[in-house]
């Protein structure tokens, strides 16, 4: 989709959020107060995250179904690690959280590259090792909140003129991406290996290390979310996040990302995290089982794929056109 297209399916978006809060404000006002929509956004955050480090994967035409295992075992990392050095300092544990996130981002990237292995192929399997080496860390049990530190649970909570840290990580990562994606020769190098790997490749372009970079962002990314999840709900679990890839990859669609690469804009994965986020918080207010969730996002996936392959139809029959008035 042209630069234009993408813009529109922002506004559009927007617009859907506005028109969503107004239906739900007209039978629970309540829902848009401004206390209680700082609470949607943070609960958001998380998805936030995720949302970009896949955003950035699908640019490449690849894909990260292991994001929410990532968030998972990281999250188990860490608080286990609190548990055992209870006085380690949170930022400390935050950096270790974003390492280890990356280095299994790094894991599924190397596969990608150098054994070539299709990226969905990949990510499933890393997605049920992931899972497995949370159980054998955790042996099955949980861990609560009277096991975890203060100050490890307090972090994401603590209020910064009038937002939730949680929520200012959130929209930090969502300035810097904007900036790398759209001011550095890696953002560059992520859509045209996505929108044309064989003129990317032409132009001096490793496609193969790009996707690596790519599995390693959202692979960091994933981590911080890990922390964040186990520290602002105070408790770590084999089954933690699971599913929720489903809804990563949703929010990106949403938000107007093509699922076949080259395509898509930080601030389009943040509008379709939210859209998701305000329906999930919606749920239980309109009396609806949150089960519904699952069949929403992926319903929204295929609507959108609809709208984004219409687009690219519409401007093929314009260029065809042109096309034969030039002749």
């Not at 964040?228 to 107007?256: K, N, Y």
Request: charged share 10%.
């Amino acid at each position: 989709m042209s630069k234009q297209a993408l813009m529109s399916r922002e506004l559009l978006l927007t617009g859907a959020i506005i028109l969503l809060l107004g239906i739900i404000a007209s039978r629970f006002p309540a829902f848009i107060a401004p206390g209680n929509l700082v609470n949607v956004f943070n609960d958001t955050a998380p998805l936030i995250l995720l949302a970009i480090g896949q955003m950035i994967v699908i640019l490449t035409r690849c894909i990260d179904l292991s994001v929410a295992a990532n968030l998972a075992l990281t999250g188990m990392v860490v608080a286990m690690l609190n548990v055992a050095m209870p006085g380690l300092p949170v930022p400390v544990i935050i950096a270790l959280a974003i390492t280890f996130g990356a280095v299994l981002g790094m894991f599924n990237g190397v596969l990608v590259w150098k054994l070539a292995i299709p990226p969905i192929v990949v990510t499933l399997g890393t997605m049920t090792i992931f899972r497995g080496i949370i159980f054998l860390l955790s042996e099955g049990r949980w861990i609560n909140a009277h096991q975890l530190s203060d100050a490890f649970k307090a972090f994401p909570r603590t209020v910064l003129l009038g937002l939730p840290v949680m929520s200012w990580i959130a929209l930090g990562a969502v300035v810097l991406f904007v900036v790398v994606m759209n001011r550095t020769s890696l953002g560059r190098a992520f859509y045209a290996a996505g929108g044309n790997p064989h003129a990317a490749t032409y132009a001096g372009i490793n496609v193969g290390r790009t996707q690596f970079w790519a599995f390693t962002i959202s692979g960091a990314l994933s981590g911080l979310a890990g922390y964040l999840w186990v520290s602002r709900f105070a408790v770590a679990f084999v089954d933690l996040a699971r599913g929720f890839e489903l809804t990563v990859v949703a929010a990106c669609v949403i938000g107007g990302v093509a699922i076949m690469g080259g395509s898509g804009t930080v601030l389009g994965a943040m509008l379709g995290a939210l859209f998701l986020g305000i329906i999930s918080n919606a749920l239980p207010v309109v009396s609806i089982s949150p089960f519904w969730q699952l069949a929403i996002s992926g319903s929204a996936i295929i609507i959108a794929v609809a709208l984004n392959a219409s687009a690219n139809r519409k401007k093929g029959r314009i260029i065809l056109k042109r096309a034969e008035q030039a002749t």
